[in-house]
């Protein structure tokens, strides 16, 4: 599975938009970029995927660029409750391991 | 929407006894996780499951058994508990085919004094 470099930290303010961003150049042609959250001492939480283009769900938005070499989740109106951190993991269906590959995240912390 | 339940949220338990975490999940899903989780390590596997009766090896499977007779629960055992032990357990689901989307219970937090 391809790795991923995201910024340790970032703030955003109340009702703002959210946008983390995720680099991952080394991402293989059909591997898909995931993205979860965990908010603190609750089990991860799957926010949305995507293989080459934009998704939008319920929670967020997903932007790939043309390349695939990075992305961003959007988050339109962060609330107090997106207080979290957010992994952005690159794989591809059904890999023999099974397993997610968290790195350390985005600690999004939103502020009144 | 996907549930996950996970039988307790806080264990305590002591060093040499036998520990059963529970999880089951209600999306009839053909894939079942077990990951711990500590700080400065993410999350590590330590079982996962692709159909009943069947089972495999993660990273970490030492000092520790699953069992999943029926589909929708996936059981961990803690043979003989130790300190070293002591963390964040979540189970996770998934179907086979299409994305594989993992979706996770609210996690253990196991303590073995």
């Known amino acids: 599975d391809a790795k991923t470099t995201q910024p340790t930290s970032m703030d955003c303010a109340e009702g703002r938009a959210a946008n983390l961003p995720c680099n991952h150049s080394?991402?293989?042609?059909?591997?898909?970029v995931y993205w979860y959250r965990q908010i603190h001492s609750q089990g991860p939480q799957y926010i949305i995927h995507g293989l080459k283009n934009n998704e939008t769900n319920e929670m967020a938005s997903l932007i790939i660029t043309e390349d695939r070499k990075s992305s961003t989740l959007i988050l339109p109106h962060a609330t107090l409750r997106d207080t979290a951190v957010y992994y952005c993991i690159v794989r591809a269906p059904e890999s023999n391991t099974g397993k997610l590959i968290f790195g350390q995240g985005t600690t999004l912390q939103v502020k009144p | 929407d996907v549930k996950v339940t996970q039988s307790s949220r806080y264990l305590v338990k002591r060093t040499g006894e036998k520990v059963f975490l529970e999880c089951v999940q209600d999306?009839?899903?053909?894939?079942m996780f077990w990951y711990r989780q500590d700080p400065g390590l993410g999350l590590r596997l330590i079982y996962f499951s692709y159909d009943v009766k069947m089972k495999e090896k993660g990273d970490i499977p030492e000092g520790y058994s699953v069992s999943r007779e029926k589909k929708e629960r996936f059981s961990l055992i803690l043979e003989s508990a130790s300190t070293n032990q002591t963390s964040m357990y979540l189970c996770?689901?998934?179907?086979?085919?299409?994305?594989?989307?993992?979706?996770f219970g609210p996690g253990t937090r196991l303590t073995v004094l």
């Open positions: 999306m009839d899903h053909e894939n």
């Open positions: 080394t991402i293989s042609g059909n591997e898909y």
């Open positions: 996770a689901s998934s179907e086979s085919g299409g994305s594989d989307t993992q979706y």
